[in-house]
Structures are given as C-alpha cells and as structure tokens.
C-alpha cells in the first residue's frame, strides 16, 4: 500500500495563477481533509470531505475549492493564487472505525 | 469551542535529560486527544492516543480531566526524538491540532 499521495512535491505559482493539488490513498477510508501547515500556527483544516460526494469548509477555506472525485481522490483549487497562501499543503485520510488520520508527504507551495 | 493549547513553541533539552511537552485541551466533553509527531521534512505520524494507555519510543502522556492538560512525557530524551510535536483533539469528523513545540535534544 501506498498510504496518502501526494502530487506535486513542489510547486512555484505567480500571483494569479490557478493550479490543482492531487490527493490519493489506496486504504479505502471514508474522510479525507486538506491541511496548511505554516511556522508557528501549526496545521490549520481548509475543508473535509467525511463520504464521496460530501466537503465541507474548515478553519481557513477561504481562497480554495475542492472535489472529492471519487472514494480515493480529494483535490485542491487555487482558483487565482496568493502569496498569503505560500504554505506546506499536507492531505490526509481516516477510516470511519478510527480517530487515527493517516498524511501524505505534502506539498511545498510557493506563490510569488 | 474545541481548542488544543501548547504553550511552548521550542524546548531544547540536553540527552539523557527528562522532556515534557505541555497540551492543554478545551473541550465539552469527553475528549479523545493524540499526539502526533513530524520528523524533519516528513510526514506527521501518529506518536500515540490516551485511550491505548500505551508509551511509544519511550513516550508517554496522561489524560488529566481536571487540569485539562495531556502532556507528553520521556524520562531520557535521545538526540533522535528532535522533531516537531503536535497535540490533537478529535471532535465530531474534524481534528484539532494545537500549534506545534519544537523539540531539540542537544548532544
């Protein structure tokens, strides 16, 4: 098994360019989430998705989307991005029978 | 509201030295609280839970309802515990992670 991917690894953006973080894990869990990880605020939550077909916000979704493709995959949007959302972008998964959130390796974005 | 406090940014202890990462927690209820570890440019990784009880490379933490607080433990610290600690709170589908001490054991 794989876990949690992730893709890319890194990433530079121009302010206004829109791009799309790939997440995937092969463990069959149900809840998927989507988290920034900036110095000294620690990991903040930008949305979940707790079944396929289901997202909802987090603490920070304002400037993202998501869609969660299908039982595997939870895709993240910057639709124009910012350097405010300069971050390390970490994906993660649970199955419904544990507290337990297994991470990806995550995604060093950097917005200029 | 759900709320994970750790109270220390940085700790730096010496090897072989105890280390003892504070969390304190706000939560109605009974909360299910983790710690999670994040070794240089790796994945966080779950370290334990309170309700397994358990001590992981060394670790422990208790569960202390009346303080609120769920402090990670080592009585010898060893150069390789040097990472980045989070304390987490499970509440409903979403967790909450408190903002991170990073700890460096010091030859």
């Known amino acids: 098994n794989a876990g949690v991917t992730q893709t890319p690894k890194f990433q530079v953006l121009k302010t206004g360019q829109s791009m799309t973080l790939q997440c995937a894990q092969d463990?069959?869990?149900?809840?998927m989430y989507w988290y920034r990880q900036d110095p000294g605020m620690g990991l903040r939550l930008i949305y979940y998705?707790?079944?396929?077909?289901?997202?909802d916000k987090g603490e920070v979704p304002n400037g993202y989307n998501v869609s969660r493709l299908n039982k595997r995959e939870f895709s993240l949007r910057l639709e124009s991005a910012a350097p405010s959302q300069t971050s390390v972008y970490f994906c993660?998964?649970?199955?419904?029978?544990?507290?337990?959130?297994?991470f990806g390796p995550g995604t060093r974005l950097t917005v200029t | 509201a759900q709320r994970v406090t750790q109270p220390e940014k940085l700790l730096s202890v010496f090897k072989g030295a105890p280390v003892e990462l504070k969390c304190n927690y706000s939560?109605?209820?009974?909360?299910?609280l983790f710690w999670y570890v994040q070794y240089s440019r790796q994945r966080l990784q779950l370290l334990l839970r309170?309700?397994s009880r358990e001590s992981i490379k060394g670790f422990t933490a208790d569960l202390n309802k009346g303080e609120t607080s769920f402090h990670l433990k080592k009585p010898f610290a060893q150069e390789e515990d040097s990472a980045m600690y989070y304390c987490?709170?499970?509440?409903?589908?979403?967790?909450?992670f408190g903002k991170g001490t990073k700890l460096t054991v010091n030859p």
């Open positions: 993660a998964s649970r199955d419904r029978n544990s507290y337990e959130q297994y």
């Open positions: 463990m069959n869990h149900n809840s």
């Open positions: 998705s707790a079944s396929e077909g289901t997202t």
């Open positions: 939560y109605s209820g009974s909360p299910e």
């Open positions: 309170h309700i």
């Open positions: 987490a709170l499970i509440g409903s589908e979403k967790l909450v």
